[in-house]
């Protein structure tokens, strides 16, 4: 290896790393503020839950559009694989945070996500608890 | 870009040899604005704005609580600069690089939503029913299903 390369390896070996502790800070940034509304929303919060996170992914709602009655119609039964917008037919990135580390990392596309996908698919908005299980779900995969 | 203007045989075979160039390839002036590419590109194709006079844009922009029946909202800021970039573009802006293949069909204050119902759409994309029913291409509006480079404004004759 010549210096140069060992130099970027050297930046590499602290960037990648770093980037990816902003990434989780930015995410656990995000669940607080959901915590703080759901708490705010119901004294009783007892935290967010992976499993209902992923009830809620799996549940076919109907509530809305005939084209996305569940998560799983444009996001696939495994979030770790791309999607589709079953709209418009644009590949979706994966949802799963280990495969796609960029994910809820930015409060405003979060918040825009989740008022469009709610609506189109449950029919009706997302609590704070649900925008938290979701995430927490989402972070585990 | 006379060529449009021809109808028919003629017309095809000028758009033949004046495609030859690039694979078959025709280009389209993609949107090159960032924001706009984000904004319309993260749930579709960002639709070339020449391909829409500008007051189809400013109707869709101004709209967009509603949009071909998705809450597609933005924040005031957002949506006014797109709305100024694609209106800036639109295939009727001056000394814009409209396609005036498009524009020919618009009525003179018609204000069309979608540009698959453009006969100029319609007359290069007259499929069977299994071609759109493809699993991958889902709507007429996913250029990229059949376009591989659509988004750089390649929309070649695959």
């Known amino acids: 290896m010549t210096l140069p390369r060992i130099a970027l390896a050297a930046v590499a070996a602290i960037a990648i790393p770093l980037a990816a502790m902003a990434a989780d800070a930015d995410r656990s940034a995000i669940l607080k503020r959901y915590a703080d509304l759901a708490r705010a929303a119901d004294s009783g919060f007892a935290g967010f839950s992976a499993a209902r996170g992923e009830t809620l992914y799996r549940t076919t709602w109907a509530g809305s559009d005939a084209r996305t009655p569940s998560c799983m119609s444009c996001h696939t039964s495994d979030p770790k694989q791309p999607g589709r917008n079953a709209k418009t037919g644009r590949p979706i990135d994966p949802a799963a945070v280990s495969v796609n580390p960029q994910r809820y990392t930015d409060l405003t596309e979060v918040e825009k996500h989740f008022a469009r996908d709610c609506k189109s698919v449950l029919g009706r908005d997302c609590t704070p608890q649900e925008r938290g299980d979701y995430l927490t779900f989402m972070i585990g995969q | ?158």
């Open chain 2, 1 to 158: 870009m006379g060529q449009f203007w021809m109808p028919g045989a003629l017309g095809l075979l000028v758009l033949i040899f004046s495609t030859a160039g690039h694979a078959g390839g025709k280009f389209v002036a993609p949107v090159t604005d960032a924001a706009t590419q984000k904004a319309c590109g993260e749930c579709h194709t960002a639709f070339p704005p020449g391909l829409l006079p500008a007051r189809s844009w400013a109707a869709l922009l101004d709209d967009l609580s509603d949009h071909f029946g998705e809450d597609a909202s933005l924040s005031m800021d957002q949506a006014a600069h797109i709305k100024d970039y694609l209106v800036t573009h639109a295939g009727d802006a001056p000394g814009g690089q409209g396609l005036r293949e498009f524009m020919r069909w618009v009525a003179p204050s018609g204000k069309p939503r979608r540009i698959t119902e453009n006969p100029a759409f319609l007359r290069k994309h007259d499929f069977p029913a299994r071609v759109w029913q493809a699993p991958d291409v889902v709507t007429k509006s996913n250029c990229q299903a059949c376009h591989a480079g659509a988004a750089q404004g390649w929309l070649d004759d695959d």
